[in-house]
T-cell receptor, first 113, second 113 residues
Framework: DAKTTQPTSMDCAEGRAANLPCNHSTISGNEYVYWYRQIHSQGPQYIIHGLKNNETNEMASLIITEDRKSSTLILPHATLRDTAVYYC??????????????FGKGTLLTVNP | GAGVSQTPSNKVTEKGKYVELRCDPISGHTALYWYRQSLGQGPEFLIY????????DSGLPNDRFFAVRPEGSVSTLKIQRTERGDSAVYLC???????????FGPGTRLTVL
């Protein structure tokens, strides 16, 4: 699986949009971009994933650049409960592939009141 | 519905002892994964099961670690002759199928004295 690069930490004001970047310049054509987050002392929580089109769900939006070498997770209105470590992961999903998740160190997002 | 549960939530043991960590996946999920997370690091893959069989155990660090899933539901991670370096949070996840997003449990914090 391709490696990802994320900033170590970011801050965001409560109620504002949080934009978390991720670089995955060596991503392959059959690799999806996944985002998980981990609130302190809890297990990771799935947020969203995409292949090349932008995706949106009730939690967040995922913007993937046209060349797929980077992406941005957007939390439109951050709350204090969104303070967590956010992991960007690339993963092959398809026949005969390895389905494990390879986590890096992620980005610690701190939402401030 | 009920999520992934793990027991015990905390386990303290002495060096050289044997421990078993249990994971109850979400009902109906065919895939089950074990990860280990050391302080300040992202989760690290250990093994995953599709049904009763271990599809990939390449992340198990050595032969002191073993996992089973005899009936395709509950899984037990077994660690023999524990070492202080085994201290970590052990996370279990399940997914409906291998292609689907993984849902994580709260983890078992193992401390080896």
């Amino acid at each position: 699986d391709a490696k990802t690069t994320q900033p170590t930490s970011m801050d965001c004001a409560e109620g504002r949009a949080a934009n978390l970047p991720c670089n995955h310049s060596t991503i392959s054509g059959n690799e999806y971009v996944y985002w998980y987050r981990q609130i302190h002392s809890q297990g990771p929580q799935y947020i969203i994933h995409g292949l090349k089109n932008n995706e949106t769900n009730e939690m967040a939006s995922l913007i993937i650049t046209e060349d797929r070498k980077s992406s941005t997770l957007i939390l439109p209105h951050a709350t204090l409960r969104d303070t967590a470590v956010y992991y960007c992961i690339v993963r092959v999903v398809g026949g005969g592939s390895n389905y494990k998740l390879t986590f890096g160190k992620g980005t610690l997002l701190t939402v401030n009141p | 519905g009920a999520g992934v549960s793990q027991t015990p939530s905390n386990k303290v043991t002495e060096k050289g002892k044997y421990v078993e960590l249990r994971c109850d996946p979400i009902s109906g999920h065919t895939a089950l994964y074990w990860y280990r997370q050391s302080l300040g690091q992202g989760p690290e893959f250990l093994i995953y099961f599709q049904g009763t069989g271990a599809a990939d155990d390449s992340g198990l660090p050595n032969d002191r670690f073993f996992a089973v899933r005899p009936e395709g539901s509950v899984s037990t991670l077994k660690i023999q002759r524990t070492e202080r370096g085994d201290s970590a949070v052990y996370l279990c996840a399940s997914s409906q199928n291998l292609r689907d997003e993984q849902f994580f449990g709260p983890g078992t914090r193992l401390t080896v004295l």
